[in-house]
């Protein structure tokens, strides 16, 4: 089943469809009030998210201290990257993209 890149005003979705219209079909079931902006089948089966476009460099795991972060602020994305900050010693920057990263997997 192909992989299709579908995006709409607020959103990227990553989703296996038959083909275009069964793609569409899951975007506008999942967000019924926004525009499909774009569609398009990607040439491969999976799917890669670069760490280092995300600001995620170096050793450790900064998905664990994230989640921490985050389970530790009840999910208040500001409080969660103050509290990264002052763990990892981060910057404002690259504390907010690995805090919003993580809440978008789904801590």
């Not at 990892?88 to 978008?104: P, Q, W, Y």
């Amino acid at each position: 089943m192909p992989l299709f890149e579908a995006e709409t005003d607020c959103h990227i979705i990553i989703t296996w469809a038959m083909d275009e219209d069964a793609a569409s079909a899951v975007v506008n079931d999942a967000y019924p009030n926004e525009n499909l902006v774009r569609l398009t089948k990607r040439p491969r089966d999976t799917w890669v998210i670069s760490k280092t476009a995300l600001g995620i460099r170096g050793s450790g795991d900064p998905c664990a201290t994230a989640r921490d972060c985050l389970s530790k602020a009840a999910g208040d994305k500001v409080h969660a990257i103050r509290l990264y900050m002052h763990e990892t010693g981060t910057d404002l920057e690259r504390a907010r993209k690995v805090i919003e990263s993580n809440m978008v997997m789904g801590w």
